[in-house]
């Protein structure tokens, strides 16, 4: 029978001449019929390329298919060449593709589809422009997805976990909030419960989304392979990093990680840290690991504003000069870095006059670490003293000439009781928990290219040191080693890492 062969009821002499008849003339038309279905489909493969194409580069595209054009017309036999391949052209992709030799760019399933246009007609209200004069606008509520998206990914689940797309040269791509705005809404219909990395290329009015893996979450304090003046506020992402540092990470043995370094010291541009979190997001814990690097080459001096207990294992240990949570203790101890500031940089002066380095004794760094500044700030205030924090100008300001380094600890809802000082000379910046990113930006001065961090695990945030990228960060499990909640082999790690005992805390030198 016919391939083309039509379906009769019943028979008849007649019939099955009428029959015969068809069949033969559509057997006749088979050939015909093949090239005009391959030469509707090279039309709409050219109409598809043609609204895909940025319309900067249409204008040279037209011009080099008219120079071919051009050149073929004046060849010898060049029109015939030309007929001959469109036919070629048109037998091909006009052939019968129920068979198994179609060799066709995978497209996605259909449910991928129909993602995708989910995707792209919630970025309508977005990109499009009211009265958009063009015929066929890039975003419209009529529009598919193929107008603007360029390259897609879905991951093993199902979900769209890449994307590339393009947007429309009239949307304010500079400013922070437009840009907020599609990359939440991109990351609400992707999956909330992943993180995202966003990518702008101004330039092109390309938008990149890339769903992000989560951070390891197993590496614990332990003796970092770093140079004097660098600290491991925690481990970010390989790419966003030059450097690996060997660890121990649990579960999976050594290995090498991308460590975020701040580096303090006399040479350093951020010399003074400030890390705010959510409640429970780990503040703390990130406080005690600093402290734990920062005992390995300089002294220690902690003040704990909340009076929370959770520096007790750092009093009396070897390095440590105090460990104060009571407001007259931290404001001894502020008063006395104040004047060990000022008489540090006087040792220096000194010896600069007289041709020397100066003494070991001024140079050995000193950290001052205070968690919850606010608390201390807001005792003060019920008691009629004067703040704390006013204290805290001179270490700022000086400090990294005299070898000072403070690290301020805050959660956000004490964000607006931090003094002027404080928030001017904390350049190197923490941001930990699940914070919305107009709460990162605020404290790390941009907007973060990945988005919120859905169910952070404690210690999980970003960071950012002075003008550089804001990096992704998940700080090393520190826990306090009298926290019985805390895992057994982390207490034992931060235990060993504690320097020997010298006797009880006493107090502040003076
Ligand atoms: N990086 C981390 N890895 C694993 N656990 C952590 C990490 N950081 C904090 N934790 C755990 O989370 C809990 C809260 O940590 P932490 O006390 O440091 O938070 P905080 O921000 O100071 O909050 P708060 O001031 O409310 O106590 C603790 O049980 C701690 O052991």
Redesign the pocket.
Known sequence: MSRWALPWRGGGGVRQLLRAGTDGALDMLYPLLVLARGAARLASLARERWSRMPGEKRGPALFLAAACGLVLWLMPYGPALAAVSLVTAAAWYGRDRTGPAVHEVPGPAEDEDERLQAVYEALVPCFAMADDPHPEPMYAHDGGWERAFEDYEFCAEGRLCALLLRYPAHFRDGEPEERLRVERLLAAKSGRAREYRFAWDEEHNRLGMRALEPLP?GIGAQPFVTAPGETVL?FTDGDAVRRTVPVEVAELGAADMPPVVWRTGARSTEPHLLAM??????????L??VALQALRRGEVLVVDG?G?G?FACLAGRHGVLAVESSLPGAMASFEWVVRETERRLTAACRARQAGEQPPEEARRPLWLLV??PAVLSHLARSEGRRDPQELLQVPLRHGRAAGVSVVI?E?FEGAEDLGQAVRAYTRARVV??AVSREQARAVLGEVPQTGPVPQA????GLARLGDGPVLRL???????PF?E??GEA?RRAVLALLPERVGVSGPVPG
């Open positions: 979450t925690g979190g959510t409640p429970g997001s780990g503040t703390s814990t990130l005690r690991s909340d929370g959770e968690d919850r600890a959660q930990l928990g695990p404690p210690g999980r998940q700080v090393p499990a520190t826990p306090d926290d909640g805390a982390e």
